[in-house]
């Protein structure tokens, strides 16, 4: 697969990484919308608004991505937002794509993954935590990870090695064997 170079406004625009970015990148044949920075509430309708300014049904639709993470469900309404509309996902080299994030990666119709991307366990927010019934949420939320995976066509067990890293601060960088293996790439 012949690889389209990113123009440096798009490279640009993953200059910070904190407080997710969202934009659309738009020429005569794609349709880029960029998301950099932590995914949180709300980012799938600002997605879903930029997916409706898209013009043309000619255009190649892709999106691009560098996130340390942020919040699953919305990172798995992102990822199903970019199924139903047959995104391909693209993670350019030099960046990174970790936690929640590899749940919107998921939901591309094909996924070119090249820069890294890498695991921790979910964990809830502190104030959860504590909260009788935090292992009954754990529990509810692991299968929900591990259905929308599935649907995605991505290995459930990915959502086993999430939850095998003991520490919510341990990260696991993926090889590009173990990204093909789970099926979360799809070309290289």
Same mark, same amino acid.
């Given at each position: ?6 123009? #440096?406004? %798009?490279?640009?625009?993953? *200059?910070? +990484? ?8 738009? !020429?005569?044949?794609? *349709?880029?919308?960029? #998301? ?9 309708? $600002? ?6 300014? @898209?013009?043309?049904?000619? &255009? ?19 990822? =199903? ?6 995104? !391909? ?5 030099? #960046? ?8 919107? @990666? *998921?939901?591309?119709?094909?996924? @070119?993954?090249?820069? $890294? ?9 502190? #104030? ?20 929308? /995976? &599935?649907? /995605?066509?991505?290995?459930?067990? %990915? +959502?086993? *090695? ?6 919510? =601060? ?12 789970? &099926? ?5």
């Amino acid at each position: 697969m012949r690889f389209i170079v990113i123009s #440096v406004s %798009i490279l640009l625009f993953f *200059a910070q +990484v904190k407080a997710a970015e969202i934009g659309l990148h738009s !020429t005569s044949t794609t *349709a880029d919308i960029i #998301v950099s920075g932590e995914i949180t509430p709300g980012d799938a309708n $600002k997605v879903h608004d930029l997916i409706d300014r @898209i013009d043309g049904d000619k &255009k190649i639709h892709r999106f691009i991505i560098h996130s340390p993470g942020g919040n699953v469900t919305e990172a798995i309404s992102i990822g =199903s937002l970019l199924r139903s509309y047959g995104f !391909t996902v693209f993670e350019p080299v030099g #960046v990174t794509c970790i936690s929640a994030c590899i749940f919107a @990666i *998921a939901g591309g119709r094909s996924r @070119i993954l090249m820069g $890294k991307v890498a695991l921790h366990h979910p964990y809830l927010p502190h #104030v959860l935590e504590s909260h009788p019934v935090a292992r009954q949420i754990q529990s509810e939320g692991k299968q929900a990870m591990l259905e929308y /995976m &599935k649907k /995605m066509g991505v290995q459930e067990t %990915i +959502v086993d *090695a999430m939850y095998s890293l003991q520490d919510p =601060s341990e990260i696991k960088y993926l090889s590009t064997a173990e990204l093909q293996a789970y &099926k979360l790439a799809t070309d290289q």
